[in-house]
């Protein structure tokens, strides 16, 4: 059974940090893209960043780019997401997802996407 655990969600202040890390288990995904999305309250799942297989190529939302910075070490099957400068609109349920098939350009459309976490939340306190 494939899964994706996300971890180091939390309650910060504006202008903290937090790094989330997501861990897969199941299979490997060192040949897949993997992202980030994140659902605030009353809205839909929002793109955050993605990464290629290698991390060569990565994508950003312009709402993060410059303050947030995708990462992944694939011998730990696991994609990291270093949030800096943090603001209350950052706040949401973040969740860690992986493409099934071998494409490589890091999509924000969240359809393409095959697994999924369950989630961590992050508050963002002003």
């Known amino acids: 059974q494939v899964q994706l655990v996300e971890s180091g969600g939390g309650l910060v202040q504006a202008g903290g940090s937090l790094r989330l890390s997501c861990t897969a288990s199941?299979?490997?995904?060192?040949?897949?893209?993997m992202g980030w999305f994140r659902q605030a309250p009353g809205k839909d799942h929002e793109f955050v960043t993605g990464?290629?297989?290698?991390?060569?190529?990565?994508n950003y939302a312009a709402s993060v780019k410059g303050r947030f910075t995708i990462s992944r070490d694939n011998a730990k099957n696991t994609v990291y997401l270093q949030m800096n400068s943090l603001k209350p609109d950052d706040t949401a349920v973040y969740y860690c997802?992986?493409?099934?098939?071998?494409?490589?350009?890091?999509?924000?459309?969240?359809?393409?996407?095959?697994?999924w976490g369950q989630g961590t939340q992050v508050t963002v306190s002003a």
């Open positions: 990464i290629s297989w290698n991390g060569a190529s990565t």
């Open positions: 199941g299979r490997s995904f060192a040949r897949n893209v």
């Open positions: 997802a992986a493409r099934g098939s071998s494409d490589y350009f890091p999509t924000s459309v969240k359809y393409a996407y095959d697994y």
